[in-house]
Nanobody, 119 residues
Framework: QVQLVESGGGLVQPGGSLRLSCSTS????????MRWYRQAPGKQREFVAL???????AYTDSAKGRFTTSRDNAENTLYLQMNNLKPEDTAVYYC?????????????WGEGTQVTVSS
């Protein structure tokens, strides 16, 4: 059974940093792409960052220059380094992974980790 487990969230002051982790229960290279999403209270879940199996990355405009996603294949872990955090970054952050098996695609989600940016 495929499981994704996020960790690393917490309370941080504006301007601070956090590194989120997403650990996978199977080889992380099994996923064609992995994404970070976030959902703030009363808002829809939104895309934050993408990491593809080829090593390409992409970010939402508000994350560019502040967030970096990376992957450690040996640890089967996806990371999201978040710097210069702002109160508007407060949200539950989710890890999403897509696995392609033949003609079928499967999406998996973690339970999320809370990030709160406040003084």
């Amino acid at each position: 059974q495929v499981q994704l487990v996020e960790s690393g969230g917490g309370l941080v002051q504006p301007g601070g940093s956090l590194r989120l982790s997403c650990s996978t229960s199977i080889s992380i290279t099994s996923f064609s792409r992995m994404r970070w999403y976030r959902q703030a209270p009363g808002k829809q879940r939104e895309f934050v960052a993408l990491y593809t199996n080829g090593g390409s990355t992409a970010y939402t405009d508000s994350a560019k220059g502040r967030f970096t996603t990376s992957r450690d294949n040996a640890e089967n872990t996806l990371y999201l380094q978040m710097n210069n955090l702002k109160p508007e970054d407060t949200a539950v952050y989710y890890c999403n992974a897509r696995r392609t098996m033949g003609s079928r695609e499967f999406d998996y989600w973690g339970e999320g980790t809370q990030v709160t940016v406040s003084s």
